[in-house]
């Protein structure tokens, strides 16, 4: 891996790779009611936030007191509940349109592929083996929802974890983080990396472009925008 041409390329998950439809609720739910012995009665908006943050409101909303040891808990069972509805998720999720395409025209020696996502990894995980999107993307150097609320920091974690595993810098605009909505493109802003946004969410071309990101795409069907933004025109 060349240090001067060496990238790191973060995926944002939901409404950027894949589409789960509404089994996020039943995750939570499922979890919910392992954790309390009741059943989930107000769950926390999930748009563009981590799983500490949701978790933590969503206590807050149905009486519960969100102590760190309850949020472990939480976290536990949310992995267990993903994992016991993936042929759920397989069934009303899909991979988005170029997703799959996308991840295989940026596998190059000197690229490495993670997430920075609001999941906690388990949940990630759960999510692209369901629709064949785990190969090529290490788990293992990403930032998760269970590192902290700010995106940023999250950006930040998965770069130095990159760092410590690859013999090479991903400083700067040599970081890529490839999201849905704003809070995407505010968090690889505040960590200097460059933005992507994919209008495969709730947040439109325009809106994206408003937020400033460096390159918006309609959805990862245009993967040359993408390899010609990460890769350059002739490649790594």
């Given at each position: 891996m060349s240090q001067r041409d060496a990238a790191l390329v973060l995926w944002d998950v939901d409404h950027t790779l894949v589409s789960i439809g509404g089994v996020s609720r039943a995750i939570y739910e499922s979890a919910f009611s392992s954790v309390t012995g009741r059943p989930l009665r107000q769950l926390a908006s999930m748009v563009g936030r981590t799983e500490r943050a949701i978790i933590i409101e969503t206590l807050k909303l149905n009486d519960v007191e969100a102590s760190q040891a309850f949020v472990s808990k939480f976290y536990t069972a949310l992995g267990v509940a993903a994992q016991e509805l993936e042929a759920r998720i397989q069934e009303s999720?899909?991979?988005?349109?170029?997703?799959?395409?996308?991840?295989?025209?940026?596998?190059?020696?000197?690229?490495?592929?993670?997430?920075?996502?609001?999941?906690?990894?388990?949940i990630a995980k759960t999510k692209l083996q369901a629709f064949g999107l785990a190969d090529g993307i290490d788990l293992d150097v990403g930032g998760y929802g269970d590192d902290?609320?700010?995106?940023?920091?999250?950006?930040?974690?998965?770069?130095?974890?990159?760092?410590?595993?690859?013999p090479?810098?991903?400083?700067?605009?040599?970081?890529?983080?490839?999201?849905?909505?704003?809070?995407?493109?505010?968090?690889?802003?505040?960590?200097?990396?460059?933005?992507?946004?994919?209008?495969?969410?709730?947040?439109?071309?325009?809106?994206?472009?408003?937020?400033?990101?460096?390159?918006?795409?309609?959805?990862?069907?245009?993967?040359?925008?993408?390899?010609?933004?990460i890769l350059g025109p002739r490649g790594i």
């Open positions: 999720g899909s991979a988005l349109p170029g997703a799959q395409e996308a991840i295989s025209v940026l596998q190059t020696e000197n690229v490495v592929q993670s997430v920075v996502t609001g999941n906690i990894r388990p902290g609320s700010d995106r940023a920091d999250l950006v930040r974690l998965a770069r130095e974890r990159a760092e410590t595993k690859y090479a810098s991903f400083a700067g605009k040599r970081t890529f983080v490839i999201g849905d909505t704003p809070h995407d493109i505010k968090g690889a802003h505040d960590a200097g990396a460059f933005a992507v946004g994919v209008a495969t969410g709730s947040s439109s071309v325009e809106v994206l472009m408003e937020s400033g990101a460096d390159l918006v795409l309609a959805d990862l069907s245009n993967r040359e925008a993408l390899r010609a933004a």
